[in-house]
């Protein structure tokens, strides 16, 4: 199947609470360890909030993607920027550009709200090399490092 014929097919949608168990499904192949009830109570609190969306890929009739997206505020001299908070697509779908779909989604909605950055942060392990290259491929910039303490 080519790229194209993926893209006339693949619904994206603005994921619902009644999406909960298709998304924690979709969030456990990240390695989120999440709960349906708890997926529900994080759409919930998101659903009328202007600063997250979360999208969901539907194609054939089930749940192969995802994408979730947090607004962070422009501060001072710099620029509103969209964060992914989490990108999956299922494994049987990978490389038929339904990333790329959903990434495009993810710009469009970053510019609706006047940003003018999308931007992921990563882990650095082996075994999310291939993300790493995904985002890389799709235009992504590495800048820097990050520093966090457990409090």
């Known amino acids: 199947m080519t790229t194209n014929v993926l ?25 989120y360890p999440t709960t349906p009830s708890v997926m529900r109570e994080q759409l919930e609190t998101r659903e009328n909030n ?3 969306r979360t999208y969901l ?8 993607g995802m994408i979730a997206l947090r607004l962070i505020p422009a501060r ?3 620029d509103s920027m969209v964060q992914i908070a989490g990108l999956v697509v299922s494994e ?4 038929l550009g339904l990333g ?6 993810a710009e469009a909605w970053g510019a609706e709200c006047g940003s003018g950055l999308l931007c992921v942060t990563s882990i650095n392990r082996e075994e999310r ?22 409090l």
């Open 76 to 78: 001072g001299s710099e």
């Open 129 to 150: 090399l291939p993300a790493h290259e995904f985002y890389m491929h799709a235009g992504f910039k590495k800048y820097g490092c990050r520093f966090m303490k457990a």
């Open 57 to 64: 890929a539907e194609w054939e009739g089930r749940a192969v």
């Open 50 to 52: 202007p600063n997250y």
């Open 7 to 31: 893209e006339r097919t693949a619904n994206l949608r603005t994921a619902t609470c009644g999406d909960a168990a298709v998304l924690t499904g979709l969030m456990r192949k990240l390695s």
């Open 100 to 105: 790329k779909q959903l990434l495009g989604r």
């Open 92 to 95: 049987e779908c990978r490389g």
